[in-house]
């Protein structure tokens, strides 16, 4: 269900509602779980920036970026440094707006994993909510690498069958082939109507993402491709203070560090499982 400033909160309070605005409305008052807001605009915020990650989605389904593993990510090398590893690290002297807005503007020149592809979806669209000034100040400094986020981003993973237009789910394949592990899995956006987008695989059903991944497991297998429960979304909460804030009230934050580990087409679970244990090896 949904409340604001402690008050139930429907469809019929909703101002002129979109199509997909609708759909997120009504699955947030169907939901168990309570999404509470303090103020109608801290719920217009979430679903402007949830309808905004499903079209930075459907833009990159559209766009001629290819699916690629780290030893074969490419970028256009007048924004990002490339680095020995397959990461994407922002060029020195380069507006981070500019570096994101181009991966849609010049998508032949890129190619690369799907979690990265869910960051790049995710910056996008907040880029597009916040504005290039905003997101200057915020992300000065960008690495695309698998699930290494930029802690402003506030991403958090949490077990639901509840998604929502915007959420990351992610489809195991736990019989995939050894011989082309980056389908191990996918990581994808929830679009709406029960359609998903994965990179590399485009926009699809359950069912339709679900028979694509069997395609691709080792021979002999039967152990089905599934949707998951884990669900990863950026905490929209936080991000909405940048809108309503100056710049000089924002802190500057510690960066959590970039976790190699070579495994495309992890689930976010999987990157803190590595970050969990560089930790537990460093103290």
């Avoid at 028979?211 to 905490?235: H, I």
Wanted: a negative charge; one cysteine or more; aromatic letters at 14%.
């Amino acid at each position: 269900m949904i409340q604001v400033a402690g008050r139930p909160y429907g469809i019929d309070d909703a101002e002129s509602p979109d199509r997909l605005e609708r759909i997120i409305i009504e699955l947030m008052s169907r939901a168990s779980a309570v999404y509470s807001f303090p103020t109608e605009q801290g719920l217009q915020f979430e679903i402007n920036l949830r309808k905004n990650i499903v079209q930075s989605a459907e833009s990159m389904s559209k766009s001629d970026v290819s699916f690629a593993t780290f030893e074969t990510t490419r970028s256009n090398p007048q924004y990002w440094v490339l680095t020995n590893y397959g990461a994407l690290h922002l060029r020195p002297g380069v507006q981070p707006a500019d570096a994101v807005e181009d991966i849609y503007v010049n998508s032949g020149q890129y190619a690369f994993e799907c979690a990265g592809a869910m960051l790049i979806i995710y910056y996008h669209a907040v880029l597009q909510v916040l504005g290039a000034r905003t997101f200057n100040f915020l992300f000065p400094d960008l690495y695309i690498y698998s699930w290494h986020a930029d802690s402003d981003l506030g991403l958090y993973p949490l077990n639901t069958r509840n998604y929502l237009p915007g959420d990351v789910v992610y489809f195991d394949n736990p019989d995939f082939d050894p011989s082309a592990p980056q389908w191990r899995g996918e990581n994808a956006v929830a679009m709406g109507e029960y359609l998903y987008f994965g990179h590399g695989l485009g926009v699809l059903s359950e069912k339709q993402m679900v028979e694509t991944l069997n395609e691709l497991r080792r021979p002999g297998a039967y152990t089905s491709s599934y949707l998951t429960n884990l669900v990863v979304r950026p905490t929209f909460s936080h991000l909405q203070q940048f809108a309503v804030r100056g710049q000089s009230e924002f802190v500057r934050k510690y960066q959590p560090a970039l976790i190699l580990h070579n495994e495309s087409s992890i689930p976010y679970e999987r990157y803190r499982y590595y970050m969990n244990k560089v930790f537990k090896q460093l103290f």
